[in-house]
């Protein structure tokens, strides 16, 4: 079976030296007609594994999967449709069909001095209220257990489910030195002013390492983001 080595935004530099995806490249096989049958399964769609299903299939290397950024698992993302149906990504945006090559995307720019420690824990003085905080890139383990946590507070009332909120206490990992989730809750719940909320995802969004989703529609000077649809993996729909 035919493979691809996949570069990893994050160069691998913010997992332990141990971790099989500290060298910064993972290896993927070609999808076969097992994958299509991942896709397919109605039960993995309607429970929302199926992507995180067919990439688990097609990565090679022997990785912890669980580990990986976010930004890195939409590397592998764009990877996997290339491997399965192709670099060829057509879509609609403003009632007009658009037409990307998805093997010429890059990885966004990284500064490596942020990461040279490969510790997921970074310093920022929110602005406006001067606190010092920490915080960490996502991974996909977080990103369970802020799903879990939200369908539990649809259950209590599917009205009003804070996720900016939920998602900003797995990121913040200390408020002025204090490190206990339950101050951490508290300084979300009742401190953290919008004003400084936006400007930490802003960094957040500067720094985390990732692939250029974006593109420039034909007449246009400004690159935009690439809508990223059921077409992507599901092409004939």
Known sequence: MPTEEVELPSKGLLYPEGSGLAKGVIEMKYMTAKEEDILTNQSYIKNGTA??????????????????LIGDKNAIMVAARV???????SFDYLGEKQTVDLSLLENKELDEDLFK?????????????????????????????????????????KDNVPELTTRLKYIITSVEGKTEPKDIREFVDKYLLAKDSKALREYMKKIQPD????????????RVNIPIGISFFWPEL
């Open 83 to 89: 491997l399965g149906y192709g670099s060829e990504y």
């Open 51 to 68: 992507l995180d299903r067919l990439m688990k299939s097609l990565i090679v290397s022997p990785i912890e999967y669980d580990e990986l």
């Open 211 to 222: 692939v250029d989703l974006t593109f420039f529609p034909e007449g246009s000077d400004d």
């Open 117 to 157: 420690d490969r510790n997921n824990n970074f310093p920022f003085t929110l602005p406006h209220s001067k606190n010092n905080i920490t915080f960490k890139l996502l991974t996909g383990k977080d990103e369970k257990n802020i799903q879990r946590e939200l369908d539990g507070l649809k259950k209590i009332n």
